[in-house]
């Protein structure tokens, strides 16, 4: 079996996960080593779900589930991991929605005389106007009874022949794509 690393990126924080080979002790009663219960917590701070981090630590999803049954304090560890990424990926939601400031590095050609030039590092604040789809699914996940996108389609048959059926539900599907533009 090859091991190979990979890298997740959640914003600026990246994450390695690497596959290891099995130590030469497991767990009491289990077929989890620490190494693969440190790559599944490292998978789930990446914000994998479980049958992602089960696959990269090696694992079946049964394996985990009976981790998870035979020792509640190993769930709640890893769902803590699990939620640290949910955290960074709400936070961040909530930035784009609102909009926010942040300090970015510009290169700027100053004249140096003679016809010649230097690049200088120039920080400065930039505004980033609120994302309207950031709202939105902030919105539609926080508030689904509120916000959440409900289609309602009220239609009767008036004993239509097939071709007229097929004319109204046309017509209904181009209002509906019309009224999502």
């Not at 996960?17 to 599944?40: A, F, H, N, R, Y």
């Not at 930035?95 to 003679?114: I, M, R, W, Y």
Request: proline fraction near 4%; charge should be neutral.
């Amino acid at each position: 079996m090859l091991f190979r690393p990979y890298t997740f990126y959640m914003g600026r924080k990246r994450t390695r996960v690497e596959l290891m080979p099995p130590p030469k002790q497991p767990l009491e009663g289990s077929t989890l080593t620490e190494e693969k219960i440190d790559t599944l917590r490292r998978c789930f701070e990446a914000g994998l779900n479980n049958s992602q981090a089960c696959r990269l630590a090696g694992i079946s999803t049964i394996t985990l589930k009976r981790a998870y049954d035979k020792n509640p304090k190993f769930k709640e560890e890893m769902e803590s991991a699990a939620l640290e990424a949910d955290v960074m990926v709400t936070s961040s939601l909530f930035k784009l929605a609102t909009g926010f400031v942040q300090e970015v590095e510009e290169l700027k050609t100053v004249s140096v005389g003679d016809g010649m030039s230097t690049v200088e590092k120039h920080n400065r604040l930039a505004y980033f106007q609120p994302n309207v789809k950031a709202a939105e699914t902030w919105l539609t996940n926080r508030q689904p009874d509120k916000w959440k996108r409900v289609q309602t389609v009220n239609f009767k048959n008036d004993d239509l022949s097939d071709e007229e059926l097929d004319n109204k539900i046309a017509a209904l599907m181009a209002a509906q794509s019309e009224n999502e533009s």
